[in-house]
């Protein structure tokens, strides 16, 4: 059984530009969620989706969007990136529709940095 | 609005020591509760998770928390520490609102 697996493990952006993440759900996840890790901070959600609609979200701009495909993988876009949008972004995939009640399984992360 | 509050940033104890790591809760409903572990440069883990059912829960790797309604606490514990125990510990609270806070974090340094 695979894991959750994330891509890029780390990326470097500037002000402004735009960025995607990408993150394959554990086999059988028909749900994902995304949060944020600020260093020295715990993780803030900052979206669910689940097959392939948009399912909750936390206190983020719209700049912050998602994808779930039909095989529930998934994509966090962010837009204008900001200083502040560096963090460590973590996916997480769940087997059913219970908001965060369901074990969550996360992924080692992506770590962005904004210059 | 629910929230989490772990008490202690750091907590250093010595290898075979009791290890307790404080967390409370504030919910409006009765709350999901869940520790995390996450070792350096890696994803979270789930220690054990809190869903109405028995008060005790004993999780992964020798760990167990007891929910207290009275205190609004959801401490974790385990009897001996190890050194392989040495990372940061996550307290969180969810509830079918599709959303789910994190605490801040707690540090666990175990001594030789």
């Known amino acids: 059984e695979t894991g959750v697996t994330q891509s890029p493990t780390h990326l470097i952006k500037t002000r402004g530009q735009q960025v995607t993440l990408r993150c394959s759900s554990q086999s059988g996840h028909n749900t994902v969620s995304w949060y944020q890790q600020a260093l020295g901070q715990g993780p803030?959600?900052?979206?669910?989706?689940?097959?392939?609609?948009?399912?909750?979200?936390?206190?983020?701009?719209?700049?912050?969007?998602?994808?779930?495909?039909?095989n529930y993988s998934?994509?966090?876009?962010?837009?204008?990136?900001?200083?502040?949008?560096?963090?460590?972004?973590?996916?997480?995939?769940?087997?059913?529709?219970?908001?965060?009640?369901?074990?969550?399984?996360?992924?080692?992360?992506?770590?962005?940095?904004?210059? | 609005a629910q929230s989490v509050t772990q008490l202690g940033s750091h907590v250093s104890v010595?290898?075979?020591?009791?290890?307790?790591?404080?967390?409370?809760?504030?919910?409006?409903?009765?709350?999901?509760?869940?520790?995390?572990?996450?070792?350096?440069?890696?994803?979270?883990?789930?220690?054990?998770?809190?869903?109405?059912?028995?008060?005790?829960?004993?999780?992964?790797?020798?760990?167990?928390?007891?929910?207290?309604?009275?205190e609004t606490s959801f401490h974790l514990t385990k009897p001996s520490a190890h050194m392989s125990d040495a990372a940061e510990y996550f307290c969180a609270v969810s509830s079918n609102n599709n959303d789910m806070r994190f605490g801040a974090g707690t540090r666990l340094t175990v001594k030789p």
């Open chain 1, 44 to 70: 803030q959600f900052i979206f669910q989706y689940y097959r392939e609609e948009e399912n909750g979200r936390g206190n983020f701009p719209p700049r912050f969007s998602g994808l779930q495909f039909p």
């Open chain 1, 74 to 115: 998934s994509e966090l876009n962010v837009n204008a990136l900001e200083l502040d949008d560096s963090a460590l972004y973590l996916c997480a995939s769940s087997a059913g529709l219970a908001g965060h009640t369901d074990t969550q399984y996360f992924g080692p992360g992506t770590r962005l940095t904004v210059l």
């Open chain 2, 14 to 70: 010595s290898e075979g020591a009791l290890v307790l790591l404080r967390c409370n809760y504030s919910s409006s409903v009765p709350p999901y509760l869940f520790w995390y572990v996450q070792y350096p440069n890696q994803g979270l883990q789930l220690l054990l998770k809190y869903t109405s059912a028995a008060t005790l829960v004993k999780g992964i790797n020798g760990f167990e928390a007891e929910f207290k309604k009275s």
